[in-house]
Structure formats: C-alpha cells, structure tokens
C-alpha cells in the first residue's frame, strides 16, 4: 500500500509540474485576438519573424469597418519578460505612438502609446476567448 500511495503522489506532483509549465508558458504569449473595451475593437495578435505586430479583425462601431485589416503595430520588440516596445498607430487621428505591450496576465493586455515617452495614455484590453 506504501508503494501505491507513493506512486499516486508521484503522479500527483509531475502533473502539478506539466501544470505549471504549461501556466506560465500561455501567461507569456500575447499572441491571440484581443478586445479594446472602450471601442469594442478586436485585435489579432501574431508574430512576425521574431517581433509582435498587431491586425484589427472586427469592429463594434460598422463607421469603423474600413479599418479592418489596418495593421495597427509591426515589429514590436521583447523588451522585458511581458513586455514589447514598437509604434502603435492610431486609426483614430492616424498618427503613430511609440508604444508599449504589456501583458498583464493571461486574459489583460495593456497598451500605451506615448508622445516623446513623456505624455502617455493607455488601455487594458482582453482577450477573446
């Protein structure tokens, strides 16, 4: 029976392992499609060659629909373990920002863009799941 307990705790504590593994693998990949909630944007994510770019998918707001497919981030650099720096455009006034990724968690992706890193604004966006 000691045999059986312990080769239950081994299993126990592998799966425990590939669990956490798993965790924070999918906590550092920002790829996916992602919501902006204050325009009801969706964002698609991906990686091109080594670096993060970003494509709007689908819109709320149907004025906005000729922005889909727009590329709204190329190139953005790993600057830090949840983080990626490049320039962010703006489909709104069509100026681009220089920009900061952070991925918060799993589920929460926050986006700044900043006028000479001095005057920044920014936005937790979600995932879609």
């Known amino acids: ?34 919501v902006r909630p204050s325009t009801g944007t969706q964002v698609n994510f991906y990686n091109c060659g080594s670096k993060l770019c970003a494509r709007i998918t689908a ?29 962010l455009l703006n489909t709104e006034n069509g100026k681009t920002y220089s920009g900061v990724v952070t991925l918060e968690s799993a589920n929460a992706l926050n986006l700044k863009g900043c006028v000479a890193m001095v005057m920044c604004s920014g936005e937790t966006w979600q995932r879609v799941r």
């Open 1 to 34: 029976m000691a045999g059986t307990i312990s080769r239950v705790a081994s299993r126990i504590a592998a799966a425990s392992i590939l669990v956490s593994f798993s965790t924070s693998a999918f906590a550092n990949d920002p790829t996916g499609t992602w």
């Open 59 to 87: 819109v709320k707001d149907q004025t906005r629909k000729n922005t889909i497919g727009t590329v709204i981030m190329k190139g953005a650099a790993k600057s830090g373990d949840n983080t990626w720096k490049g320039d």
